[in-house]
């Protein structure tokens, strides 16, 4: 049952750009998580509770979505690829270093990941000794061409 569960899962993740939404799923809640988190330390108590926390909240609620679009609907891909990197990058600036830089780099690398991602199956290389292969670099030579001597 648990083997048919995970070759299931499997087959579901190869069918879309899974690496690039946990990717983007990470950074989504990197971003979320400081401002909304209290840090004690001794008697002190450390709260981001100004414009980049409603921001923070902001981006990463956008994050999440093209996260979850990248799961569910992979043929936005493109669309919620693009998006991401420009949350990303917006979230650099305007949310405490986007997630102090982490949450920034996760989404990006998410994001590229998201645009690179494609569902077309690879097409086999050949050896280098077969006989396809040594045929298929003679039709790829280029064809001699006459010399030119000077008179």
Same mark, same amino acid.
């Given at each position: 049952m648990l083997l048919r569960a995970w070759r299931g899962f499997t087959a579901w993740r190869r069918g879309r750009p899974f690496w690039a939404g946990l990717f983007v799923a990470g950074g989504a809640l990197i971003i979320l998580f400081p401002p909304f988190v209290g840090v004690k330390l001794g008697d002190m108590v450390i709260s981001i509770q100004t414009l980049?926390?409603?921001?923070?909240?902001l981006i990463g609620a956008l994050l999440a979505i093209c996260a979850a679009t990248l799961w569910l609907q992979p043929k936005f891909r493109l669309a919620a690829g693009i998006v991401t990197v420009l949350l990303s990058l917006?979230? $650099? %600036?305007? @949310?405490? +270093?986007?997630?102090? $830089? %982490?949450? @920034?780099? +996760?989404?990006?690398?998410?994001g590229a990941l998201a645009v690179a991602w494609?569902?077309?199956?690879?097409?086999?290389?050949?050896?280098?000794?077969?006989?396809?292969?040594?045929?298929?670099?003679?039709?790829?030579?280029?064809?001699?061409?006459?010399?030119?001597?000077?008179?």
């Open positions: 980049g926390g409603v921001s923070a909240l917006v979230a $650099l %600036v305007v @949310t405490n +270093l986007g997630g102090f $830089l %982490v949450g @920034t780099i +996760l989404s990006l690398l998410g494609t569902d077309e199956p690879k097409k086999p290389k050949e050896a280098k000794g077969s006989e396809k292969a040594q045929d298929s670099n003679r039709q790829h030579e280029p064809e001699p061409t006459q010399r030119v001597h000077p008179t």
